[in-house]
């Protein structure tokens, strides 16, 4: 089992931008589908929210409402990284971070924003916007 270490969280104020990296080790390549889910404060795991998702087989990216026309998603498959550009930063992006790898049905099947598709988590990056 390979895993994946994210990166790039920090402090911010409201209408900044931030880069977040999820490198995968112990991958021959990065998984097919993968997911950026975020965690709010004051919520549980299992509450985690898929916001965004790549499909490495079609090259579909997937975005929740809340981050659409803010968030980019992209990977790196020489290095084996997922990114994820997140501009107009607003208070309520505030969370930890995750990125996850699911099978490639996950993908396909809609699905790519629920958790209870991932088989591998990263540790979480924290991320804080302020007013």
């Known amino acids: 089992q390979g895993q994946l270490v994210e990166s790039g969280g920090g402090s911010v104020q409201a209408g900044g931008s931030l880069r977040l990296s999820c490198a995968a080790s112990?991958?021959?390549?990065?998984?097919?589908?993968m997911t950026w889910f975020r965690q709010a404060p004051q919520k549980e795991r299992d509450e985690r929210e898929g916001i965004a998702g790549s499909n490495r087989i079609n090259g579909a990216a997937y975005y929740a409402d809340s981050v659409k026309g803010r968030f980019t998603i992209s990977r790196d498959k020489t290095t084996k990284t997922l990114f994820l550009q997140m501009d107009s930063l607003k208070p309520e992006d505030t969370g930890m971070y995750y990125c996850?790898?699911?099978?490639?049905?996950?993908?396909?099947?809609?699905?790519?924003?629920?958790?209870?598709?991932?088989?591998?988590w990263g540790q979480g990056t924290q991320v804080t916007v302020s007013s």
């Open positions: 996850a790898a699911s099978a490639p049905y996950a993908c396909y099947s809609g699905s790519w924003f629920q958790t209870s598709r991932v088989n591998s």
């Open positions: 112990g991958y021959s390549s990065l998984p097919a589908c």
